[in-house]
């Protein structure tokens, strides 16, 4: 265990990041002390004493070079550890700064590595491109969550029911949408609607009349007249039908994504996926057929079992299918999945090889080697990033990035991931979001997660939303 005493809690939160940027395998303990206690380091704890008599930038940065040279390591987001680093950078944009202001600044201050500080840059000016005609103020987007999928992956920690039981409450759940739906058209009829994202989950355990009901009622009571783009996941190649597609493709879905996490059927099975890299590959093909010209998919890298190697291997299949739009999100282990369970059982078969085995050091590396055959392999595909974000406990502490090719980035990826404009959430296990404005104050609210719970309350599901935007 790593114990830190600091001289005031203020910015516990901020210095618990930090350490565990560091120390991400062995527990951190922030414990705030009034000054006049010392203890030393014993048996395998590690103690710091940290004196907050400077401002929160200067603090992290003087635990950050502290820990550098005791640890020898820099982490490549430096001294950062909020979950939004392309943010800071649109804002000094905004604010006009030059690229190579920018540049100066995200090393001095956060001592963020020239590669990630180019990345930063990259996608900060496609971001800005690609919403230029977003209306921050007057606009919003829509989610609509399914908390459905054929099975549960092991490493999933979403809200996610099986549909094989839980398919005769479907109708009610989609009558439930329908009621918030009633209540998005009262509320934001003034309102532009920008974009819809149906997500989950997998949409695609729909079955087909159900898509069309749910859809159709969207079209019934919104103005979707300005809406440029209407995803719906169907991310689990084991939904998808040809039926499923021609009745999204007459319903106007212009993007969907096809996920595969890993080309490699050993991994798929590891981490509980139950269906095969043919069928990835059939779906996509059967997408194309049906004439979708925007697909995504998503790989995860640091899957067990897994190093450089696969990844090179699965970005060879994919760029065989050629999508539009790529999400590589590097593992980050969440509590409540299966696979946290069994990692902290230490049963996973890691087949002798899989990052799960290696140290600390050795994760990171073989992390960082992962990442670059994406990136090499997304580029190799024409794909270039566009937005980017990063989670509590991401694998060697990196990133999720998406790339895609010219016109065909998720525009709802980048206002979900820059908080630049209200989303309203429906279904089990959403969380609504009201942005006052560009660079504002964000305020939320969830529905329950528990599908029954949220079937039972939806009175109260909707009276949340109509005091958030009261
Ligand atoms: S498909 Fe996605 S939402 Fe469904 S169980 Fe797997 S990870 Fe969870």
Request: charged letters at 30%; aromatic letters at 8%; a negative charge.
């Amino acid at each position: 265990m790593v114990k830190v005493y600091i001289s005031q809690d203020k910015y516990a939160y901020d210095v618990h990041s930090l350490f565990k940027a560091f120390f991400s395998k062995v527990d951190v303990k922030v414990v705030p002390s009034s000054g006049d206690f010392f203890e030393d380091s014993c048996g395998d704890e590690i103690v710091y004493h940290i004196d907050v008599d400077v401002d929160k930038n200067e603090l992290k940065r003087n635990i950050y070079k502290l820990l550098s040279k005791e640890t020898g390591k820099e982490l490549p987001w430096g001294n950062l550890t909020g979950i939004r680093p392309t943010r800071i950078v649109m804002n000094l944009l905004d604010e006009g700064y030059t690229d190579d202001e920018v540049r100066a600044y995200m090393k001095d201050t956060y001592f963020v590595s020239d590669e990630k500080i180019e990345l930063s840059l990259l996608i900060a000016h496609r971001e800005k491109e690609i919403l230029k005609d977003i209306d921050y103020e007057n606009g919003y987007s829509l989610y609509i969550g399914i908390p459905f999928c054929p099975t549960r992956c092991l490493y999933c920690s979403f809200t996610a029911y099986p549909i094989g039981a839980y398919a005769n409450i479907v109708d009610n759940y989609l009558s439930c949408l329908e009621k918030e739906i009633d209540y998005v058209a009262e509320n934001f009829k003034d309102k532009t609607l920008d974009t819809i994202y149906i997500g989950g989950g997998t949409p695609t355990t729909l079955e087909p009349h159900q898509i069309e009901r749910l859809l159709s009622y969207v079209y019934d009571k919104l103005d979707t007249s300005k809406v440029k783009e209407l995803t719906v996941e169907s991310g689990r190649p084991d939904s998808i039908t040809r039926e499923k597609l021609q009745t999204m493709k007459k319903l106007g879905v212009t993007r969907i994504s096809v996920n595969p996490q890993s080309m490699k059927d050993e991994t798929l099975e590891l981490i509980g996926r139950r269906h095969s890299v043919k069928e990835l590959v059939d779906a996509f093909k059967l997408a194309r057929e049906e004439g979708f010209d925007n697909i995504n998919m998503d790989i995860i890298l640091g899957l067990p079992g897994e190093d450089e190697r696969d990844v090179a291997y699965t970005m060879e299949e994919i760029k065989k299918l050629n999508p539009d739009d790529l999400t590589v999100h590097s593992l980050a282990i969440k509590r409540g999945s299966k696979l946290a369970e069994i990692l902290l059982e230490k049963k996973a078969d890691a087949k002798g090889k899989g990052n799960i085995l290696h140290g600390e050091e050795e994760e990171a590396l073989v992390m960082s080697k992962m990442i670059k055959e994406a990136s090499e392999g997304a580029a190799d595909m024409g794909l270039l990033p566009y937005y980017l974000y990063r989670q509590k406990n991401i694998s060697g502490n990196y990133e999720n990035t998406g790339y895609a090719r010219e016109g065909k980035a998720g525009i709802y990826n980048i206002l979900i991931n820059e908080e630049v404009q209200s989303i309203v959430a429906l279904g089990a296990g959403t969380v609504t979001k009201r942005v006052y404005g560009f660079g504002g104050r964000i305020e939320r609210c969830d529905n329950v997660k528990d599908v029954k719970l949220y079937m039972e309350q939806i009175d109260d599901m909707i009276e949340r939303k109509r005091q958030l935007f009261s």
